[in-house]
């Protein structure tokens, strides 16, 4: 039996996405074999992040100063900016380095069966970066959820107003997906936005 410091440590590791208590124990046990390096690394990384991770005022990021190093980059676009539900989602994205501009992270969705409301997510923070002006085009990367696309719509009927393009994500066949292997929302998706060949 490994001791109580061990079990708690298990179980605080089974806690975290993707690792359930097997998968913890293993990792357990490799740090342990590694304690003098790869756990005296560990224990410095996490005690850095507790120390320093700050939210970015502007955006919604995490980083360990604010603004995030996103709003103060030079070389983003200024003129565009993308809604993401989670700081996950900006993440993806900007890893992807296909979109150069600017985010805004609502902090969730919509879903009237968890109760989380509009004031709920920071929709009115995004209201007042766009009314500020500066922006051409917002982007919004919601989810391809009934939430996700619900949160979209709404934020895109609270934009209407203002001079700027709304643009969503496309949606539909993943590359390399087959047919008979994709639910029947993704097919629905991709059949209504089917486009001319050539």
Not at 45 to 56: F, W
Not at 97 to 126: C, K, M, N, Q
Not at 156 to 183: C, F, K, M, N, S
Request: proline share 4%; charged share 25%; with cysteine.
């Amino acid at each position: 039996m490994a001791s109580q410091e061990i079990e708690t440590l298990t179980a605080a590791l089974s806690r975290l996405p993707g690792l359930g208590p097997r998968s913890a124990r293993r990792a357990v046990l490799w740090l342990i074999k590694r304690r003098t390096t790869s756990l005296v690394q560990l224990l410095e990384a996490l005690d850095a992040v507790r120390e320093g991770l700050v939210e970015c005022h502007t955006c919604g990021n995490v980083d360990t100063f604010d603004p995030c190093g996103i709003c103060t980059d030079p070389r983003r676009d200024q003129r565009s900016l993308c809604v993401v539900e989670d700081i996950s989602d900006l993440w993806a994205l900007d890893r992807a380095r296909l979109f150069t501009g600017r985010y805004h992270v609502l902090g969730g969705r919509l879903s009237a069966l968890e109760g989380i409301r509009p004031e709920d997510l920071a929709i009115a923070a995004l209201i007042e970066r766009v009314a500020a002006g500066g922006f051409d085009e917002v982007v919004l990367a919601m989810n391809a959820t009934l939430e996700g696309q619900t949160t979209a719509h709404y934020i895109a009927e609270r934009l209407e107003g203002y001079p700027l393009r709304i643009t969503q994500l496309a949606h539909g066949l993943p590359v390399g997906g087959e047919l008979d292997y994709l639910d029947e929302g993704t097919l629905a998706q991709a059949l209504r936005a089917r486009r001319p060949m050539g």
